[in-house]
């Protein structure tokens, strides 16, 4: 199944994006300065980040007979084999699918300390570092959820 970004959820994150550039705006006209001119950058590249989903081709997400493949986590497919589990994690009032890999070493980019430590403090949260969100995206959180609950076993503890 293909998941590919929704239109109308693209654009209603666009324009809370666009009211967040014109409050910032007007913060910083009326004396709130560095905060104001700080918020008009920050959901200024949020807003770029947003409009450039409505631009790509092809699905975002695949769930197939072959695997998962999330075009953003750009470690290509990962197949049924090396996924050992599945859950449901909140970050923030944000839902993800984690994906609990049976070796993660394989797929994290070699020599990034980066990447290294943000996938140290993803598991330390609970969270898989091959977490897939699926804000803007249609069908939803729910149908990958149940689809990929038929294949794999849900992560104990979770």
Do not use: K
């Not at 666009?14 to 300065?33: C, E, R």
């Not at 070493?105 to 570092?129: H, N």
């Amino acid at each position: 199944m293909e998941y590919r970004t929704s239109i109308p959820r693209t654009l209603g994150f666009a324009g809370v994006a666009a009211l967040m550039i014109a409050a910032s705006y007007f913060s910083a006209q009326i004396g709130a300065g560095f905060t104001g001119w700080f918020g008009v950058t920050f959901f200024g590249l949020c807003l770029v980040g947003i409009l450039s989903q409505l631009f790509r081709h092809g699905p975002t997400v695949v769930i197939d007979e072959l695997g998962v493949f999330d075009r953003r986590l750009r470690i290509g497919r990962i197949p049924w084999e090396d996924i050992a589990a599945v859950s449901i994690a909140q970050v923030r009032r944000r839902r993800l699918i984690s994906l609990w890999l049976r070796d993660e070493e394989r797929y994290l980019p070699q020599g990034s300390a980066v990447v290294r430590r943000l996938a140290a403090a993803s598991r330390a949260a609970g969270v898989s570092p091959f977490s897939i969100s699926f804000m803007g995206l249609t069908p939803g959180l729910d149908e990958a959820y149940a689809r990929l609950r038929a294949r794999l076993p849900e992560r104990a503890g979770d």
